[in-house]
């Protein structure tokens, strides 16, 4: 059975840094898509940062890019979320997620089988 399990969120002032960690059980983060997800209130989920299989290949929507970097430990088969110069408009329940499949990681991140319980992340003005 797959686990994913999201820590690392909390409360920051805006421009404040938080880094998310998700651990999995079940299942070895690398070979296929994995990534981040977020969810504000009132709000459909978006995708924040994917990693395609191998680790060499990211991506990002337009909001995070530069402030936020997604990386895997491989050794503790774990995925991070570094958030640098968090805004307001961050603020929301983090998820992680996994999936099966390899390709088209950024186009199918809507569809990844395995998802964490999030994390909530609140960043004050």
């Known amino acids: 059975q797959v686990q994913l399990q999201e820590s690392g969120g909390g409360s920051v002032q805006s421009g404040g840094s938080l880094r998310l960690s998700c651990a999995a059980s079940g299942y070895t983060f690398g070979s296929h898509c994995m990534g981040w997800f977020r969810q504000a209130p009132g709000k459909e989920r978006e995708g924040v940062a994917i990693?395609?299989?191998?680790?060499?290949?990211?991506d990002y929507i337009d909001s995070v890019k530069g402030r936020f970097t997604i990386s895997r430990d491989a050794a503790k088969n774990t995925l991070y979320l570094q958030m640098n110069n968090l805004k307001p408009e961050d603020t929301a329940m983090y998820y992680c997620?996994?999936?099966?499949?390899?390709?088209?990681?950024?186009?199918?991140?809507?569809?990844?089988?395995?998802w964490g319980q999030g994390t909530q992340v609140t960043v004050s003005s």
């Open positions: 997620a996994a999936d099966d499949d390899s390709r088209l990681c950024w186009t199918r991140r809507s569809l990844y089988k395995y």
């Open positions: 990693m395609r299989p191998g680790g060499d290949s990211t």
